[in-house]
């Protein structure tokens, strides 16, 4: 059995009256791509930012490289995520004020990289993801595909072993979204980081290496951990 | 086996000659070529279709090769052929009527009979998933683009077969368990 890099085993999660995950299990390896998939409502982004340590289960545990997430405190939590999780929405999330270099910049700056290697790295990573030509440009001033490679290039810029995408390519067309996902993908191959995404396209989920169905709040059908 | 040479295989034969003569075996390749994802052309088939082709003046004999194996005629686009192959391309085709295939029958017997559909319909979604990839992957290596087109033709209608699924699937866990 692969020795999983990431595992989330039995999590429960309500919002007030309504029971998001019921005990749903998700495992990612070293180097693989997982996609999470399954109705609206049934819990797939919920499992993914438990996952990413954005949102803390109330039963149930997260591990990630032997170390449980809820065992952290706050800060050493927003540590790791920092470090080592990269996060892409749906629809970028760019700040709206900064340029495409500067809010590559933001993850760097806030583990206080140097500000000129900070820059030297964002446009590297914005190169590297096809998003050079816009890197003075505002988010207002991009098209879906140039911000949601933007906001690649902002989960990428911190090297993480492990990147979480919810819907990213939700608001993007069938070839601006392929080439998201191929950017993404050969990025991920060179780094060698795993991925989770959470897609209703099928055609996103045919780029991942597994998918986990959710149903009502639990993973269901096939085995949801390592084989 | 019942060998029917419809037009349509014709008319893609007669495209691949108009841009030169070549013979059966040729042509059975570039087809499969020119559509992957599509079921291949069979052998029987290609040569039902040239003898049609011929009969109906489309198609002329180019020459009969002879490389101390056994004789290979090649074959060439005729006048008439071109016209035809021309007016093929520019007209639409009425949206085909969609057979019920073997998927809907499967679930919809086992709803009539109370048994649930889910364990099957999920069990088709794992196999038409492990499809697509195995055609993304395909289309991630192609470098033609009309490859790319037609590929995209192959995982568009999967991708309809898998949201079907779900809908299906959907529809069961809402309906409580079984369709009564």
Redesign the interface.
Same mark, same amino acid.
């Given at each position: 059995m692969m020795e999983p890099l990431l595992r989330a085993h039995a999590l429960h999660l309500a919002f007030g009256r309504t029971e998001a995950l019921r005990g749903a299990s998700a495992e990612v390896a070293p180097g693989e791509v997982l996609a999470l998939t399954g109705?609206s409502g049934s819990g797939k982004s919920t499992l993914l930012l438990c996952m990413a340590g954005v949102l803390r289960p109330q039963a149930g545990s997260v591990t990630y490289e032997g170390r449980r997430l809820d065992d952290l405190s706050e800060d050493d939590r927003t540590r790791l995520r920092r470090r080592e999780f990269g996060l892409v929405l749906q629809f970028g999330q760019l700040v709206p004020e900064l340029s495409a270099v500067q809010n590559v910049m933001v993850p760097l700056l806030l583990e206080r990289h140097d500000r000129q290697a900070a820059r030297t790295s964002a446009l590297g990573w914005l190169d590297r993801l096809g998003a050079a030509d816009v890197a003075d440009a505002q988010p207002g001033e991009m098209s879906g595909g140039e911000a949601q490679r933007v906001a690649m290039a902002r989960a990428l810029v911190t090297g993480p072993g492990l990147v979480f995408a919810d819907e990213p390519t939700g608001a993007l067309d069938?070839v601006s979204g392929e080439q998201v996902m &191929?950017v993404l993908l050969s990025t991920v191959r060179e780094t060698g980081a795993s991925v989770v995404l959470v897609t209703h396209d099928?055609?996103v %989920?045919?780029? %991942?290496d597994r &998918?986990v169905?959710l @149903?009502d709040g639990v993973a &269901?059908? @096939?085995p949801a951990v390592l084989p | 086996m019942c060998i029917v040479a419809d037009m349509s295989s014709g008319h893609v034969l007669l495209g691949i000659l108009a841009a030169g003569p070549a013979h059966g075996y040729d042509l059975k390749r570039e087809h499969d070529a020119r559509l992957p994802g599509a079921k291949p052309l069979a052998y029987g088939q290609v040569y039902a279709t040239l003898a049609r082709l011929q009969r109906d003046g489309l198609v002329e004999v180019a020459t009969t090769e002879n490389d101390g194996g056994p004789e290979r005629t090649v074959y060439d686009i005729s006048p008439a052929g071109e016209e035809s192959l021309l007016e093929w391309l520019a007209t639409p085709e009425p949206p085909g009527p969609y057979a019920a295939e073997e998927l809907v029958r499967k679930t919809v017997t086992a709803l009539r009979l109370h048994r649930d559909a889910r364990p099957f319909l999920g069990a088709q979604r794992a196999l038409h998933l492990d499809r697509m990839r195995g055609l993304v992957a395909e289309q991630r290596a192609a470098v033609d683009v009309d490859a790319r087109i037609a590929l995209d033709h192959t995982i568009f209608h999967l991708d309809a077969d898998l949201r079907w699924l779900e809908a299906a699937a959907a529809r069961v866990n809402e309906e409580g368990t079984l369709l009564r």
């Amino acid at each position: 059995m692969m020795e999983p890099l990431l595992r989330a085993h039995a999590l429960h999660l309500a919002f007030g009256r309504t029971e998001a995950l019921r005990g749903a299990s998700a495992e990612v390896a070293p180097g693989e791509v997982l996609a999470l998939t399954g109705p609206s409502g049934s819990g797939k982004s919920t499992l993914l930012l438990c996952m990413a340590g954005v949102l803390r289960p109330q039963a149930g545990s997260v591990t990630y490289e032997g170390r449980r997430l809820d065992d952290l405190s706050e800060d050493d939590r927003t540590r790791l995520r920092r470090r080592e999780f990269g996060l892409v929405l749906q629809f970028g999330q760019l700040v709206p004020e900064l340029s495409a270099v500067q809010n590559v910049m933001v993850p760097l700056l806030l583990e206080r990289h140097d500000r000129q290697a900070a820059r030297t790295s964002a446009l590297g990573w914005l190169d590297r993801l096809g998003a050079a030509d816009v890197a003075d440009a505002q988010p207002g001033e991009m098209s879906g595909g140039e911000a949601q490679r933007v906001a690649m290039a902002r989960a990428l810029v911190t090297g993480p072993g492990l990147v979480f995408a919810d819907e990213p390519t939700g608001a993007l067309d069938t070839v601006s979204g392929e080439q998201v996902m &191929e950017v993404l993908l050969s990025t991920v191959r060179e780094t060698g980081a795993s991925v989770v995404l959470v897609t209703h396209d099928n055609r996103v %989920a045919a780029y %991942a290496d597994r &998918e986990v169905v959710l @149903r009502d709040g639990v993973a &269901e059908g @096939r085995p949801a951990v390592l084989p | 086996m019942c060998i029917v040479a419809d037009m349509s295989s014709g008319h893609v034969l007669l495209g691949i000659l108009a841009a030169g003569p070549a013979h059966g075996y040729d042509l059975k390749r570039e087809h499969d070529a020119r559509l992957p994802g599509a079921k291949p052309l069979a052998y029987g088939q290609v040569y039902a279709t040239l003898a049609r082709l011929q009969r109906d003046g489309l198609v002329e004999v180019a020459t009969t090769e002879n490389d101390g194996g056994p004789e290979r005629t090649v074959y060439d686009i005729s006048p008439a052929g071109e016209e035809s192959l021309l007016e093929w391309l520019a007209t639409p085709e009425p949206p085909g009527p969609y057979a019920a295939e073997e998927l809907v029958r499967k679930t919809v017997t086992a709803l009539r009979l109370h048994r649930d559909a889910r364990p099957f319909l999920g069990a088709q979604r794992a196999l038409h998933l492990d499809r697509m990839r195995g055609l993304v992957a395909e289309q991630r290596a192609a470098v033609d683009v009309d490859a790319r087109i037609a590929l995209d033709h192959t995982i568009f209608h999967l991708d309809a077969d898998l949201r079907w699924l779900e809908a299906a699937a959907a529809r069961v866990n809402e309906e409580g368990t079984l369709l009564r």
